[in-house]
């Protein structure tokens, strides 16, 4: 018997959940757009799908995947193609039903080991979003067995302590921009002295810095559990870091679960990653957490209503303010929106 591929609406749709707390105000801060090339397109029909789902979710965040570049033209300035790509396309959203997300903000690419050429790279991405342009994502994530993971990162090697690198990312913060990462759960270290570098830019962690748990790192879930715990508590000491606090389904997380014949429920969701997001809460605080969905990547392992849910259920013991601050509050502020 063969069964439906995972992502697919077909796969998603064998479990359904009620939607808890509704009403809820949420802002995601963390999803992508592509068109071809991909597992599936995942464009504003595919984002309206799920963020109509059944959650109240008024606004998203969208970050940098390496899309619809130029294909002309100087090679340092082809990621404003994704920029002038989204931004119309955050346009067409801002035309939608009162109940349809909005996309309220943009995270680009830079090379911001580039010196001079960033600022001129900066004011082309002003330029093409529109209002929306907010920050720069030049992710680190790096792994020196990369043929074990599904979506390895193409990261630089050591290049959180590149002298180059950090007074890009402190040009961000004198610009008034955030810098973000994605990397892997052995680069938190790393992570943490660059923040400590640059204490005037905001800079974000996204998806609980990935711990890994397949390749060498499969069956190592608990030892590296430890090590992350101490990893995120140093992180959370430097006051200019705040976190995103999802993103840990993708395949390389080690779940197993887009392998698996139906996706998970919210319970089987919490009981796997709950820890995860209570420890990183506790360390950095409400008012310095969000929570995102990562989605179309997450959505190999599980539907959005289903993430959602799960996050409601973790957050349910934090007061209302709490709860505010990490489903829309702390985005608002963080992406000015």
């Known amino acids: 018997m063969t069964h439906p591929a995972p992502g697919t609406n077909e796969w998603l749709e064998q479990v359904v959940e009620d939607i808890i707390d509704p009403e809820r105000e949420i802002v995601d801060p963390h999803h992508h757009l592509w068109q ?5 397109d995942y464009m504003l029909p595919e984002l309206w799908h799920d963020t109509g789902s059944g959650h109240n979710i008024i606004k998203t965040v969208f970050v940098e995947c390496h899309s ?23 346009e067409q959203s801002f035309q939608g039903t009162e109940d349809q997300a909005k996309i309220a903000g943009i995270v680009a690419h830079a090379n911001l080991t580039l010196g001079g ?13 529109r209002g929306l342009f907010r920050g720069i994502r030049h992710a680190g994530a790096r792994e020196e067995a990369p043929e074990a993971l599904m979506i ?23 610009r008034g921009f ?61 006051e200019n870091v705040v976190a995103k606090l999802g993103g840990l389904a ?31 809460i506790e360390c950095f605080g409400p ?40 489903f829309s509050g702390t985005a608002t502020k963080v992406y000015r929106l």
Request: glycine share 8%.
């Open 152 to 174: 390895p990162g193409r990261g630089d090697k050591d290049l959180f302590s590149r002298d180059d690198f950090r007074q890009g990312v402190k040009l961000l913060g004198q």
């Open 287 to 326: 008012d310095r957490c969000m929570f995102e969905s990562n989605f179309p990547v997450d959505r190999l392992s599980l539907s959005y209503h289903v993430v959602w849910n799960g996050v409601k259920k973790i957050a349910a013991d934090f007061s209302e303010d709490e709860k505010n601050m990490m």
């Open 178 to 238: 955030t810098y973000e990462s994605w990397h892997y759960h052995h680069q938190i270290k790393s992570y943490t002295e660059l923040a400590k570098a640059v204490p005037d830019t905001v800079v974000i962690l996204d998806h609980f810095g990935t711990p890994l748990g397949v390749g060498p790192y499969e069956g190592k879930r608990e030892e590296i559990f430890k090590q992350w715990k101490l990893d995120i508590a140093e992180l959370a000491q430097c």
């Open 36 to 40: 071809g090339g991909r597992w599936f």
């Open 68 to 90: 619809s570049y130029r294909r002309e033209g100087p090679e340092h300035l082809r990621p404003i193609g994704e920029t002038e790509f989204v931004a119309e396309i955050a």
């Open 117 to 129: 050429m960033v600022e001129e790279i900066l004011d082309g991405h002003e330029a093409a979003g």
């Open 250 to 280: 993708m395949p390389d997380n080690g779940y197993g679960w887009h392998l698996s014949a139906v996706p998970p429920t919210s319970d089987e969701f919490v009981a796997a990653q709950k820890r995860y997001y209570i420890h990183t």
